[in-house]
């Protein structure tokens, strides 16, 4: 069994498993180290939502070109991916919130990212459960669902037909950039490291400035055709931008399976895996709010899992200031899913001097964060 | 429903939970008993005023005079907060607040799969035996039995006086292990097989089910008995292997779990201070075990300690039936081939026993293959999985029961 | 959903009651009785005696296929006890209904897989 390696990925979720593939696909010779199973931290406890999201322009050009990524390769993934092109409805309650719908519109359009504006008739159209009297919606058709354990799984099998190796089961002690040393005490030196752990990263790498942001999730029984696209309220944005109230926003999921995925909490300092009941209930709340007959529907499961969250909502993908050869591919928020692909781009091409699809700055661990409110 | 109040809540209205209602009641407290059926009893004294035991219809009638408010359809899903407990109805749900909890959830069966297990009418022992006490039609149906424990002679008993033509009774267990079980008791499943073959049923050990056939229901079984294998036609297959205690509610509590069922100290006392818990959940014993724990949980949490402690002697002599029910009946490994690799092991999501063997554990089989992530929340593939893989189910979240969103939150 | 009968309470307890009580058909199961009454099962009339569960009504309407599951298969009660939701069925409108632990009331509308 090799030990010495061009890429050593602590990580085995879709952003570890992401890099994987594309370092390999690059002809580096790559070992991903997961205690396993594959894709189980904040990647299969999050949404699967593939969403162009512009809370700021560098979110913006990084989930926009991530999910190009994704929908140029649609037809690719096996059907336990689900990929799904089910689109996204920003949905505003009044006209203030249409104003922003519009606001939207045209930063989309210049983006070059679809989209159109659904008034209230169209909306009710589009998604009858929706309560009545709301404003309307933005819709972006081109958002999609994916079922995320299983991408990671084949973005890591797609590495491994290329010559990665995958140490599954295995849990990575230090790693710095010569290499990782595993809990078990064997050594994998590499000419470069990748720490791609998500919200464990300050653990392995003491010094990142990357907080745990729990989230709460409800999965309901099979109910095929009650929801057609992802439908996000227009607060979410406020509440994934906030860093410090616990916060809950309308936010739910068609799953292929017909089940819908009901979120969103956001909490900072909440250390515990444990649901918070009156969280919990907050988001339930808020859910009904726009959908009353949501009261109806049967919940069969409910769960949290903890985002990576930075200061200024930005991900960390690019060289440790303290160790040029470990590298960061951590702090994803919410949109870990969304930004996998682009961050496997990203990285690959600055391990190999590779000129960028976008610019890389915004993404570089050295940067200086601004504290967003 | 409104919310309320109570000294003591019992949940699980069968021999455990009716005796701890009955036994706190006449302790002065104000009780309410809960059950998810519609009717009290739970598994065993289904259809009580019937033709069940006269212990049944005595512990009914005490409970009606002591005011036990009896809730039927009531589904416990969560403990959101100390000391309460929130509940689902048909129509409606409540929370309920309690000074002590008893747990009296009993215990379902254990299915194992195998080729053509799914299909409709294949059912478990007492799955038949419940469905036929709730209305569903076994006169003049031709019925195979199969699977492990004295369930499986009560089961057939019971279908035949309700006109049933049992064909016959398949017990995996050994003749010799059938035995050691039988000298330990007084009362025992010898008076069962003696009434079974007045009938014509025949009773076979070291038999078991190898596959089920049909098209659009269960026409014919397939058995195994040492060398010999053979097709029985039949109507429905009730097939079950042995009891696994319902854990799921102490577990979402914080009480100290074992597989085998929830620890308890002398008065029933579970490891968290208020709740108790009796009968099956505990550990399977029978339904005598089971009544006389209830009434220690009952007496206990209604503060009459000295009654409690007078029913020691009785709980012990019943305790010893407990254990040689495990050793008698235990399951045999040749059990373990039964599923083919095309096999469904999760019915919920139709995942195949290869697909979940491909997985190195419970976790990484949720995730990738979503066994045991539908409604039944790993209830029925959970015990096949323990026994063929020795996965043991991981911790639970609320709800423990699927609940409507609008009862989560309201 | 307008107006839904309560169904913990059967013909025989008092209607409005304020809290469930023991003095019902509840207790007893399904006894012999001259007690029936007719319900519809994929559209189609079907008489049971009182008490009986939806299960056993749409056994006696014939129907072996309750829901159909992921891949399509036919499925039917297993458990008889509520816990593994293959007997699963829309019963007034309201989907995933466990038709096991459902006591039968005149006019209820119960709805299998095709």
Redesign the interface.
């Known amino acids: 069994m090799a030990t010495s390696f061009d890429v050593a990925i602590a990580g085995g979720g879709i952003v570890g498993a992401a890099c994987a593939e594309e370092c390999a696909a690059s002809g580096l010779t790559v070992v991903v180290v997961e205690p396993g199973p594959i894709g189980g931290g904040a990647t299969a406890a999050g949404m699967g939502h593939i969403v162009v999201m512009d809370d700021s322009p560098a979110q913006l050009a990084l989930t926009n070109y991530s999910r190009t990524l994704w929908m140029e390769r649609a037809r690719e993934f096996p059907a336990d991916v689900e990929y799904g092109a089910a689109g996204t409805l920003w949905v505003a309650a009044d006209e203030r919130e249409m104003a922003e719908v519009r606001r939207k519109l045209g930063v989309y359009a210049s983006a070059g990212v679809r989209a159109e504006v659904l008034g209230p008739r169209e909306l009710a159209e589009a998604e009858p459960h929706l309560r009545p009297a709301l404003a309307g919606a933005l819709r972006v058709p081109d958002d999609a669902v994916i079922y995320p354990p299983c991408a990671a799984r084949y973005l890591l099998e797609h590495a491994r037909e290329r010559g990665a190796a995958v140490r599954l089961g295995e849990s990575a002690a230090s790693p710095s950039g010569q290499g990782i040393r595993l809990r078990s005490g064997e050594w994998l030196s590499a000419g470069a490291t990748v720490n791609a752990t998500g919200a464990w990263a300050p653990e392995l790498t003491p010094g990142i400035a990357v907080r745990k942001r729990k989230g709460h999730l409800v999965i309901t029984?099979?109910?095929p055709g009650w929801v057609r696209h992802q439908l996000v309220e227009l607060g979410y944005l406020k509440s994934a931008h906030s860093s410090t109230a616990d916060s809950v926003a309308f936010n739910v999921q068609p799953r292929r399976?017909g089940q819908l995925l009901i979120g969103s909490s956001r909490q900072y300092g909440a250390e515990h895996a444990a649901i918070d009941a009156p969280i919990l209930t907050r988001m339930l709340l808020r859910a009904q709010e726009y959908m009353p007959g949501l009261a109806?529907l049967?919940a069969i499961r409910s769960w949290t899992g903890f985002r990576a969250a930075t200061a200024d909502k930005l991900p960390l993908i690019g060289p440790c200031p303290a160790d040029a050869r470990l590298y960061l591919a951590t702090g994803h928020e919410g949109l870990g899913i969304t930004t996998s692909l682009a961050t496997g781009k990203l990285l690959a091409d600055q391990l190999l001097g590779r000129r960028p699809a976008i610019p890389v700055e915004p993404y570089l661990p050295a940067r200086k964060q601004e504290e967003h409110g | 429903?409104p919310d309320r109040d109570y000294d003591v809540v019992v949940i699980g209205a069968g021999p455990a939970g009716l005796a701890a209602a009955c036994r706190a009641a006449e302790c002065g407290r104000r009780v309410a008993l809960l059950d998810?059926?519609?009717?009290?009893?739970g598994?065993i004294w289904?259809?009580?005023?019937?033709k069940a035991p006269k212990q049944a219809a005595r512990w009914?009638a005490a409970?009606?005079q002591h005011a036990v408010?009896?809730?039927?359809?009531a589904?416990v899903f969560d403990a959101p907060e100390p000391r309460r407990i929130a509940v689902e109805?048909?129509?409606?749900e409540c929370r309920l607040g309690y000074g002590s909890l008893i747990l009296a959830t009993g215990a379902?069966?254990r299915?194992l799969p195998f080729p053509g297990w799914?299909?409709?009418?294949?059912?478990?022992a007492?799955?038949?035996?419940?469905?036929a006490?709730?209305?569903?039609?076994v006169a003049g149906r031709r019925v195979v039995i199969a699977g492990s424990g004295p369930l499986l002679l009560a089961v057939a008993c019971f279908l035949r006086t309700h006109g049933a033509d049992v064909r016959l009774v398949a017990e995996q267990a050994s003749p010799s292990a059938l035995l050691r079980f039988g000298m330990q008791l007084a009362r025992h499943p010898a008076k069962l097989r003696q009434a079974l073959e007045f009938f014509g049923t025949r009773y076979l050990t070291s038999c078991w089910p190898v596959s089920a056939q049909g098209v659009?229901?269960v026409e014919s079984v397939t058995l195994r008995r040492g060398a010999r294998t053979w097709t029985e036609p039949c109507d429905y297959l009730a097939c079950g292997f042995g009891l696994i205690p319902n854990i799921e509610l102490a577990q979402l509590l914080g009480c100290r779990t074992a597989a085998g069922g929830v620890p308890v100290d002398e008065y029933q006392q579970t490891s968290v201070q208020g709740v108790y818990a009796a009968g099956e959940v505990t550990g399977i014993g029978g339904v005598e075990l089971s009544t006389v724990e209830g009434e220690i949980a009952g007496y206990a949490a209604g503060g009459n300690t000295a009654r409690a402690t007078a029913l020691f002697p009785a709980r012990r002599q019943h305790r010893r039936f407990a254990a040689a029910l495990e050793t008698a009946f235990a399951l045999r490994d040749e059990l373990r081939g039964l599923p083919l690799p095309g096999t469904l092991v999760c019915?919920?999501?139709?995942v195949t026993m290869e697909r979940v063997r491909a997985c190195a554990n419970w976790r990484e089989a949720k995730l990738h293959t979503r066994c045991g992530m539908?409604?039944?929340q790993g209830?029925?593939c959970g015990g096949a999985i323990e026994f063929l893989l020795g996965w043991q189910p991981e911790s639970v979240r609320p709800p423990v029961f699927?609940a409507r969103i609008g009862s989560i939150a309201r | 959903?307008g107006n839904?009968?309560?169904?913990?309470e059967t013909a025989s307890s008092p209607k409005g009651a304020s809290?469930?009580?023991?003095g019902s058909a509840?207790?007893?199961?399904?006894?012999p009785t001259t007690d029936f009454l007719t319900l519809s099962v994929n559209g189609a009339p079907v008489t049971?005696?009182a008490?009986?569960?939806v299960?056993?009504?749409i056994?006696?309407a014939g129907v072996?296929?309750?829901r159909r599951?992921?891949?399509g298969?036919?499925?039917?009660?297993?458990?008889?006890?509520?816990?593994?939701?293959?007997c699963?069925v829309t019963i007034d409108g309201?989907?995933?209904?466990r038709s096991?632990?459902?006591?039968c009331q005149p006019g209820m509308e119960v709805r299998t897989d095709a």
């Open positions: 029984g099979r109910y399976t109806e049967s | 429903m998810d059926n519609p009717h009290p009893g598994q289904r259809n009580p005023a019937g009914l409970a009606k408010e009896f809730i039927p359809g589904c109805m048909f129509d409606g379902r069966e299915f799914t299909l409709p009418n294949v059912t478990g007492g799955g038949l035996q419940a469905l006490k709730s209305g569903v039609p659009e229901r019915r919920c999501e139709d539908g409604p039944c209830r029925v699927p | 959903m839904r009968r309560p169904r913990h809290r469930p009580t023991w509840a207790d007893q199961g399904v006894r049971v005696p008490g009986a569960s299960s056993a009504a056994a006696l072996t296929l309750y599951s992921v891949n298969e036919p499925r039917a009660p297993l458990c008889g006890m509520g816990i593994c939701f293959e699963s309201r989907a995933h209904c096991c632990q459902v006591v």
